[in-house]
């Protein structure tokens, strides 16, 4: 159950649309969403322009065109050039062989009067290449310019429509799983509300799915706090994308739970994060019920909001316990237990304020900042396996738990977002989905921002 | 497959197999009035269903058949068992049916779709029980219901007439369902109060055993135990009528509410006696195989069982004493004694229920002249006995109680034989379950842990 | 005693007697004043009042049982709703004869106002539903009684066109007596036997009896005595409350028994303290010696209401 935004409703139907143009009053747009759209429908609605020079960009446009032999599935009218009047949904930016700030420039200018013809729900997404302290200047200049810019444009764009990048080590080519799940991630409707983020691919593992709309057939998934909100979203996604999924919540969530379970076709486990043998129940379960556990969501949480100079020990000690001691403790049972070795995929719930701060939220942050700390420290112990560990920090999302909230907060916190709307469980469970199919096996200890490119933080 | 055996006449016939229990699922049970109030027996068994598919994973699953019932029923829920499961995440091929023995309800659809299952009928199958103290049907008077009939009946405009003029004012009374012995007009509570009197039982024990079921039950919970066993409905998490917090102080200060009428001791309080309780519960059973398939755990074998009952209305015993004849019979028949028992269920329709059927067993006058033995059956040990609370604490909803009890202790069985193996014991684990119904009716049967 | 002495005349009734006038006819001052204040009478002494019993049987032929009226008894009794005729049945089938014999103007007992003291019914053969039935009925045995004097109306039930000489299927024996009247040749009163106390067992079960039983009971078996059917009617006669009959509580004693009476059965009833209604007395079934002991008290007084015993016969 999600509240509704009913000034996004008031913007975008009859005279009070009319109205809020005329006063300038900002005006969201809804959103291009997979699950609005109908079965089959192609990852965007119109031509794909791809600028830059070089053999990256022609390799991206090849593989876009799906003129490439082992690239099935993706069959866009990928053009190369900006015609006058054409409306395009997508543009790629492909920006990984900049050498210099000045080669930013042709292709830069070039999307500019694209963007005024960008078709609603447009998508700008570059690749590129990180800048590090051991490149020459100018190169590092050039590569973090992309950064810059990408978020610019994002901020710039309107009606739904979004700007995001995906970073790619130097190691890995542009044409590894990694990127590729990932372009096509950030091209899709299933990145609604991921607006302004650079996304790093920093190995090559990973692997494409024989079914781009069911990527995760075959995989087992947990996925904990299942019960509601966020956890419910992302059992049915990852459940759509093939997922077998054990639905895990407390015992006092068990109604809800069943039916979650019942709805996505997978298990309930009732079953409180914190308990000393969360993480060996779990396993068992997954083990005997569906004989393998692949993918684990930590997305159960819970907030016990207070100022620190009023912080009391029960509050700060329980956010931390099933916000990151349970994560940890579940991780380490999962991890020595040898059972998870094909290609396993961790992805933790963090939270913008874990990044940027949120006043009164301290021990909340300490959690969610935790969570960060934690993925990418255990990424590496996944990676022999194929493994990732990722995390997703929702930005302001329309929960249970944001209709609480006071009214006029709420509505100022909807809007402080390029999206300038809050988003929904849906789209923080898509990131998910992304993160935990196979595709996605070299983005590796990353943090997902899904905010609509939120003001708050980075 | 089942192991068969070719007859001299006509096809191979199979012998019989292993029914082994895979889980429950039952919802928390309300005090009469109170979570589920508004909710009927159909709404409760649905969501008792729910819960042991999600549990188990069974959406769109064509099970053997699902077999469930209730004591107060609606007429209008002729076909209950079957409209649940349509209501249900269950494939709508899934065969069901209704099954009624009073209290015994619950234990006897566990036994009917055992026995199915053992016989190669079935693979798999639900064994459920419900009822409402709070939505109870409630008829018309008799006179109407009569007069109704003959109006149904008339075909002329006199003959109407004459059908509605024998209705009288009293007979636009309603009808509530009386929960009574039709044969002896005693409640229950009144009949239980006869066998403890001339058994003997004293308040203080009784009183004892309700504190204990209390705190066993709210440990259990404490522990985690029922996570597996119960799912929340209507906000319910836990059993409404626990009282974790009770004392033989508390339980002592309660006024007599049963046999005050009948001139017996009055012994039974509202402390030690079940009340009127809302609830469902739901046992899946399944062959090794079908279990093994669906990447299921057996918890436990059903073993045996066997019914009993007792001439109440002659007075030759009490009205809740049919197990204490059922389970010597059951323990002869599988060459066991009460020692080879790890836990034993007694349900707790009343604390002097309990109390009277131990009582029984360990007299040996009782045992020889009545139940045919050389001596007396034997002492149950208290710390084997409703190890995880009983119905005193988690309430009884008629129909629902067998199937509280029999996945509560499979449960059990299966933890303690793991816990057995760990230490090196590897020995069969059993529990005895021993249900009592009105009617004079007893149920018991025997399960080991798989 | 159980074949009708040779020497009775015979009186062949066409239809049973209707029983609704009796009362009427008795009158309630009547009634009132045998009940209250009972009539010290003595009988075959002084006055016109006869001495002895008429010498006469009532006899009704082939009555043919109405199922529709055997199923409302049963219903109300709680007796299963089979073919065979309940002992109780054909003591109401077989009652306008014994009721007629005592409103004749040669009866020498006060009609209204007798106590019923006790029942001693046998079963001997089944009656079933089907079977034509010939009745007779007659009084015998007027004897002292120590607060007065007690008769047995004696009715019997044969299959129609047996000899009067052949053993009846039904034989029972009602016991009245009419306190305050006495024999000629009674001599003052009898010494009382002391009042038997009752010691209350543990019951076995309750009867919920409600005000209407007795109007109920009065509906199928046609005895509208008014001290069974309304508290103002009983007031008039004496009584605080209207009282249940007593064959219908002794009919529910028979019913309780149940199927273990057998076909033929043995079903004697002695009536204590009257049951007021509305009200719960207790009951314990048990078995006896060669059958079973029902006992029915207030359990709040610890009154005794009936002892009843059936016995299985052969």
Same mark, same amino acid.
């Given at each position: 159950m999600t509240s509704t935004d009913r000034y996004l409703d008031l913007v975008n139907s009859g005279v009070t649309q009319k109205i809020a143009k005329q006063l300038g009053l900002p005006r969201p747009a809804r959103l291009r969403r997979a699950a609005d759209r109908r079965p089959g429908a192609p990852l965007v609605d119109g031509p794909v322009l791809v600028l830059g020079d070089g053999p990256d960009a022609d390799a991206l446009a090849q593989l876009l065109s799906g003129t490439s032999p082992d690239r099935k599935g993706w069959d866009l009218d990928v053009r190369r050039h900006a015609a006058e009047g054409t409306r395009f949904a997508a543009v790629v930016l492909a920006l990984s062989e900049v050498q210099h700030p000045g080669d930013l420039a042709a292709p830069l200018l070039a999307l500019g009067p694209v963007l005024k013809t960008l078709a609603p729900g447009g998508r700008v997404v570059s690749v590129s290449r990180p800048a590090r302290p051991d490149h020459a200047p100018a190169l590092a200049a050039a590569r973090q310019g992309v950064d810059g810019t990408v978020r610019s444009v994002a901020k710039e764009l309107r009606a739904g429509s979004t700007a995001n990048g995906v970073v790619v080590a130097d190691d890995v080519p542009v044409t590894a799983p990694g990127v590729l799940g990932a372009l096509r991630f950030l091209l899709s409707a299933r990145s609604a509300y991921v607006d302004g983020q650079l996304l790093a691919v920093d190995s090559a593992a990973g692997s494409l799915p024989a079914d781009w709309d069911r990527p995760l057939d075959g995989r087992v998934a947990v996925v904990t706090g299942a019960a509601r909100g966020i956890g419910a979203a992302i059992a049915e996604t990852l459940a759509r994308d093939g997922a077998t999924v054990v639905a895990v919540d407390v015992p006092a969530a068990g109604e809800a739970l069943a039916a979650v379970a019942n709805r996505v076709h997978g298990t309930a486990l009732q079953l409180d994060v914190t308990a000393e043998d969360a993480g060996a129940r779990l396993l068992e379960h997954a083990l005997t019920r569906h004989g393998r556990l692949d993918v684990v969501v930590h997305n159960a949480g819970i907030t016990r909001d207070k100022l620190l100079a009023n912080m009391t020990p029960d509050r700060w000690e329980a956010v931390l316990a099933v916000n990151i001691a349970a994560q940890l403790r579940i991780n380490e049972a999962l991890l020595t237990?040898?059972?998870?070795?094909?290609a396993p995929r961790i992805v933790a719930l963090a939270s913008t304020s874990g990044i940027a701060g949120n006043r009164g939220q301290s021990n909340y942050a300490a959690s969610k900042g935790g969570v960060i700390g934690m993925v990418q420290a255990t990424a590496p112990l996944l990676a022999p396996f194929g493994g990732t560990a990722n995390a997703v920090a929702p930005g302001f999302i329309e929960t249970d738990m944001t209709a609480r909230m006071p009214t006029l907060t709420r509505q100022v916190a909807r809007r402080l977002s390029s999206l300038q709307q809050g988003g929904l469980p849906v789209d923080v469970a898509e990131a998910v989905a992304f993160l935990a199919s196979p595709p996605a096996g070299g983005v590796v200890g990353q943090v997902l921002r899904v905010c609509g490119q939120n003001m708050v933080g980075r | 497959m089942a192991p068969t055996t070719s007859g001299p006449h006509g096809p191979e016939t199979p012998t019989t197999r292993r029914a082994v229990v895979v889980g429950g699922n039952r919802i928390p049970f309300a005090r009469a009035g109170g979570a589920y109030a508004r909710v009927s027996n159909l709404d409760m068994l649905t969501a008792a269903l729910d819960g042991l598919v999600a549990r188990f994973g069974l959406q769109d699953e064509v099970l053997g058949e699902v077999v469930a019932g209730a004591v107060l029923k609606h007429s209008r829920d002729f076909n209950m068992t079957r409209e649940a499961v349509l209501g249900s995440p269950l494939s709508a091929r899934t065969p069901a049916y209704d099954l009624q023995q009073a209290c015994a309800t619950g234990l006897e659809a566990v036994v009917s779709v055992a026995n199915k299952i053992r016989l190669g009928q079935v693979e798999s199958g639900v064994a459920g029980g419900v009822d409402s103290a709070s939505d109870v049907p409630i008829a018309v008077s008799e006179g109407l219901r009569r007069t109704l009939l003959t109006l149904a009946r008339a075909k002329t405009v006199p003959q109407r007439l004459k059908a509605a003029a024998a209705l009288r004012p009293g007979d636009l009374k309603p009808a509530t369902p009386r929960t009574d012995e039709p044969r002896t007009g005693l409640s229950m509570g009144e009949h239980q109060a006869l066998t403890t009197a001339q058994w003997g039982i004293t308040r203080e024990a009784q009183d004892e055993i309700a504190l204990t079921s209390h705190q066993r039950l709210a440990a259990a919970y404490d522990a985690g135990f029922f996570d597996d066993l119960v799912t929340p409905y209507r906000g319910l998490v836990r059993d409404q009528n626990l009282r974790a917090d009770t004392s033989l102080e508390k339980l002592a200060k309660l006024k007599p509410a049963f046999g005050t009428r009948l001139d017996t001791p009055a012994t039974m309080t509202a402390g030690n006696s079940t009340p009127l309780t809302d609830g469902a519960s739901t046992v899946l059973l399944a062959s090794d195989d079908w279990a093994q398939a669906h990447g299921l755990t057996p918890l436990a074998a059903v073993v045996d069982a066997e019914t009993a009952a007792v001439d109440f209305v002659h007075g030759e015993d009490g009205l809740l004493m049919a197990p204490v004849f059922a389970v010597p019979r059951l323990l002869a028949r599988q060459g066991l004694t009460l020692e080879d028992l790890d836990y034993v269920e007694i349900h707790e329709a009343f604390a002097s229920t309990v109390l009277t059927t131990l009582a029984a067993w360990e007299d040996k006058e009782f045992c020889v002249t009545r139940l045919g033995l050389d001596d007396a059956l034997g002492t149950v040990d208290r710390d084997r006995l409703n190890v995880h609370g009983s119905s005193l604490a988690a309430g009884h909803p008629f129909a629902a109680t067998g199937g509280r009890i029999v996945a509560t202790v499979a449960t059990a069985l299966h933890r303690r034989r793991a816990e057995l193996l760990a230490a090196g014991e590897d020995r069969p684990v059993r529990a005895l379950v021993s249900v009592c119904a009105a009617g004079g009716l007893g149920v018991a049967a025997i399960l080991e842990a798989a | 005693m159980s074949a009708p002495d040779p020497a009775r005349s015979e009186e062949r009734l066409a239809t049973s007697p209707a029983l609704g006038g009796l009362y009427a006819r008795a009158g309630l001052a009547a009634a009132r004043d045998a009940v209250t204040a009972p009539v010290r009478r003595v009988l075959g !002494?002084? !006055?016109?009042?006869?001495a002895d019993l008429p010498v006469r049987t009532l006899r009704l032929d082939d009555l043919r049982p109405d199922p529709a009226h055997l199923t409302a008894y049963q219903h109300l009794l709680g007796e299963p709703a089979a073919d065979a005729l309940p002992a109780g049945y054909l003591h109401v089938l077989a009652f306008p004869l014994t009721t007629a014999l005592l409103v004749r103007p040669d009866f020498p007992l006060p009609a209204l106002g007798m106590v019923h003291l006790s029942n001693r019914v046998e079963l001997r053969e089944p009656v079933r539903l089907g079977d034509r039935l010939d009745i007779r009925a007659w009084a015998q045995d007027l004897r002292p009684h120590p607060t007065g004097t007690q008769v047995d109306l004696v009715a019997e039930v044969r299959r129609h066109g047996a000899a009067s000489g052949s053993p009846a299927a039904w034989h029972g024996v009602s016991t009245y007596l009419a306190r305050g009247v006495r024999l000629g040749d009674q001599a003052g009163d009898t010494a009382r036997p002391a009042r038997e106390r009752f010691e209350a067992p543990l019951p076995t079960g309750r009867w919920a009896l409600d005000a209407g039983v007795g109007r109920r009971y009065a509906a199928v078996s046609g005895d509208a005595n008014p001290i069974h059917l309304h508290p103002l009617s009983a007031r008039a006669l004496g009584f605080p409350r209207a009282i249940a009959h007593g064959m219908y509580t002794a009919a529910r004693a028979l019913a309780d028994v149940g199927a273990r009476r057998g076909d033929t059965y043995a079903w004697d009833v002695d009536f204590a303290a009257p049951v007021l209604l509305p009200s719960t007395p207790v009951v314990r079934v048990a078995p006896a010696d060669d059958g079973w002991d029902v006992t029915a008290w207030d359990a709040r007084r610890g009154r005794l209401h009936l002892r009843t015993r059936v016995r299985p016969l052969g």
């Open positions: 237990s040898g059972d998870l070795t094909d | - | !002494g002084t !006055g016109d009042e006869p």
